[in-house]
């Protein structure tokens, strides 16, 4: 499985972004596929997946961000929207494996990340 994000930038207080994220290397196109993301010195946090037409958030996003998947299902994006410094942080698109059960609200089910992109908001 691999995954490549894209979208990332710098974005003043109360801006939007989106990031996208192509996927591939598996044909079995239902699978829980997530973005989650690092700040420097904070634990990671998984802030939103989706499984078919059903979608989860984290509180600190619920609201203000937004995970989608293209109609061929093979990019998946999150619109951003209401930015604040705290949002600041490396983030990361991810799929868990595919085939198998998955959580789209569990973090340990997301087994393949992409190599980040890097928001910043000032």
């Known amino acids: 499985v691999q995954l490549v994000e894209s979208g990332g930038g710098s974005v003043e207080s109360g801006g939007s972004l989106t990031l996208s994220c192509v996927v591939s290397?598996?044909?079995?196109?239902?699978?829980?596929l997530g973005w989650l993301r690092q700040a420097p010195g904070k634990e990671r946090e998984l802030l939103a997946g989706l499984y078919g037409g059903s979608s989860w958030y984290a509180a600190s996003v619920k609201g203000r961000f937004t995970i989608s998947q293209s109609d061929a299902e093979n990019t998946i994006y999150l619109q951003m929207n209401s930015l604040t410094p705290d949002d600041t942080a490396t983030y990361y698109c991810?799929?868990?494996?595919?085939?198998?059960?998955?959580?789209?609200?569990?973090?340990?089910?997301?087994?393949?990340w992409g190599q980040g992109t890097q928001v910043t908001v000032s």
């Open positions: 290397g598996y044909t079995n196109k239902r699978n829980c």
């Open positions: 991810a799929a868990a494996q595919p085939g198998t059960y998955c959580d789209i609200s569990r973090e340990a089910d997301f087994r393949y």
